[in-house]
């Protein structure tokens, strides 16, 4: 099962867009998670490395995607046809991107939900903190 992803005018996601799934699908480019989570129980004794895991990769790919929105692709010869191919990798690469940077949010919301389980579970905000140390 899959979402697709429509972007707005200005390349944003509308919020009226559920892309809970892990699986998007833009134009027939699938991408997601490729692991399974089926399964996964988040429990007292899980819940503060789960969270660092989350925390760190969101961390890691916001400095991957830091300059993304930045690139974009040069025209591949002096044919008049170069420009607009150039424009239509560039529109099509950014879409992508910004289905990454929705990624990373999404992942954001995980951790910081995972923080409220954690609460629930008796950690403090000091303990919180420090499970995030080691990473």
């Not at 809970?20 to 490395?49: C, F, H, K, P, Y």
């Not at 910004?98 to 990373?104: E, G, K, M, R």
């Not at 629930?120 to 995030?132: K, N, P």
């Amino acid at each position: 099962m899959h979402s697709r992803a429509h972007f707005n005018q200005t390349g944003h996601r509308p919020d009226d867009v559920d892309l809970s799934s892990s699986l998007v699908e833009i134009e027939g480019l699938r991408t997601g998670l490729t692991a399974s989570v089926e399964g996964m129980q988040i429990n007292r004794d899980n819940v503060l490395q789960v969270r660092a895991v989350i925390i760190g990769e969101v961390k890691r790919l916001q400095e991957t995607l830091r300059w993304s929105r930045l690139l974009k692709a040069d025209r591949c010869g002096g044919d008049p046809v170069s420009a607009d191919a150039a424009a239509a990798f560039t529109e099509r690469a950014q879409a992508l991107i910004d289905y990454f940077f929705l990624y990373v949010d999404d992942l954001q919301r995980i951790a910081d939900s995972l923080k409220d389980s954690a609460t629930a579970y008796g950690f403090t905000d000091l303990q919180i903190a420090d499970s995030l140390a080691g990473r």
